[in-house]
């Protein structure tokens, strides 16, 4: 993979302090409000449910599951669900399929690909982090040997 333009990887970068920031600012006021908290996970939720009324939860919680899945999963969503479409589907259901077709199923197939990343950040937080540091390995030795 060559990268046309830095641009935007320098603006991605420089945007990363002001995460990190936040993160360790709502790490440590946690730590502060909430001193017993068994699961780290839940501390910015159980903060704005014992600040805010409950609707808040939800919209916080919206915002976060939306920023999220849209710039770490989108590529290779893509990327997964083409390769679905094309090398799996095509060569063993109907390889008379064209490129048209392919991009078609391709579309669909990210949608539910997308969905079933949902179901499992939903319902099993602790295998995210798993599949995440795996997606990154494998991002990291494809950017190395490409």
Request: proline share 5%; charged share 15%.
């Amino acid at each position: 993979m060559v990268l046309r333009c830095a641009a935007p990887q320098r603006r991605d970068y420089a945007a990363v302090h002001h995460y990190v920031a936040a993160s360790l600012f709502i790490s440590y006021t946690a730590i502060l409000v909430l001193p017993g908290l068994k699961n780290g996970d839940l501390a910015l939720s159980t903060m704005v449910r014992q600040t805010f009324p409950p609707w808040f939860l939800g919209v916080v919680g919206g915002a976060g599951a939306l920023t999220v899945m849209v710039p770490c999963g989108h590529p290779d969503t893509e990327r997964r669900a083409a390769l679905f479409a094309k090398n799996f589907f095509r060569s063993v259901f109907k390889p008379s399929m064209k490129d048209d077709d392919i991009a078609k199923l391709a579309k669909v197939m990210a949608v539910v690909m997308a969905g079933i990343a949902v179901y499992f950040a939903t319902y099993s937080s602790t295998t995210l982090v798993g599949l995440l540091l795996l997606a990154y390995a494998q991002r990291q030795s494809s950017t190395l040997s490409g």
